[in-house]
T-cell receptor, first 111, second 110 residues
Framework: GENVEQHPSTLSVQEGDSAVIKCTYSDSASNYFPWYKQELGKRPQLIID?????GEKKDQRIAVTLNKTAKHFSLHITETQPEDSAVYFC??????????FGAGTTVTVRA | NAGVTQTPKFQVLKTGQSMTLQCAQDMNHNSMYWYRQDPGMGLRLIYYSASEGTTDKGEVPNGYNVSRLNKREFSLRLESAAPSQTSVYFC?????????FGQGTRLTVV
């Protein structure tokens, strides 16, 4: 199967600063890399995703980059706001749309 | 449009008891999944069903069974609950890549 590692496990940033979360994966056949946001007590929800034929994707204040050679991908959040505080999970798809998740990063945005 | 609906939302079981977690989706998705979420471990795949009539093991299938009752419904059964199965369980469905999650079931085994 796939093994996804995610760093850091916690991240505290000042409002307005940027946040970066990094993930690595082990299976070179993985071809889909989503990022999920989970607020306290809620379900995970997709915020952005990237496929293996693309190196970078941006959606307003969030962006994801993928380096297939190095087998790592990153989430970038710019101009952070209090509502960005949540747990973020990276994942890699390893066939039949099964997802292997990282352990999660708890992001706290300080006002 | 309800998306993915799980029942129950909370459950307390005694060790050795059995129960079934129910999941239904109304998005006509082919694939459905059961994940468990434990602190510091992300979400781990228990079982999945790529299409109606098929089921396969994921990363952590021991102690669980599943049934894909029809295209809409995918249930997870604990035959003899153990404290190690205390967790939050999420059902999900997908048609291609994006997985849509249910609201979760918080299960405590005492």
């Amino acid at each position: 199967g796939e093994n996804v590692e995610q760093h850091p496990s916690t991240l505290s940033v000042q409002e307005g600063d940027s946040a970066v979360i990094k993930c690595t994966y082990s299976d070179s056949a993985s071809n889909y890399f989503p990022w999920y946001k989970q607020e306290l007590g809620k379900r995970p929800q997709l915020i952005i995703d990237i496929r293996s034929n693309v190196g970078e994707k941006k959606d307003q204040r969030i962006a994801v980059t993928l380096n297939k050679t190095a087998k790592h991908f990153s989430l970038h959040i710019t101009e952070t706001q209090p509502e960005d505080s949540a747990v973020y999970f990276c994942a890699a798809s390893y066939g039949d749309y099964k997802l292997s998740f990282g352990a999660g990063t708890t992001v706290t945005v300080r006002a | 449009n309800a998306g993915v609906t799980q029942t129950p939302k909370f459950q307390v079981l005694k060790t050795g008891q059995s129960m079934t977690l129910q999941c239904a989706q109304d998005m006509n998705h082919n694939s459905m999944y059961w994940y468990r979420q434990d602190p510091g471990m992300g979400l781990r795949l228990i079982y999945y069903s790529a299409s109606e009539g098929t089921t396969d093991k994921g990363e952590v299938p021991n102690g669980y069974n599943v049934s894909r009752l029809n295209k809409r419904e995918f249930s997870l059964r604990l035959e003899s609950a153990a404290p190690s199965q205390t967790s939050v369980y999420f059902c999900a469905s997908s048609q291609t890549d994006e997985a849509f999650f249910g609201q979760g079931t918080r299960l405590t085994v005492v």
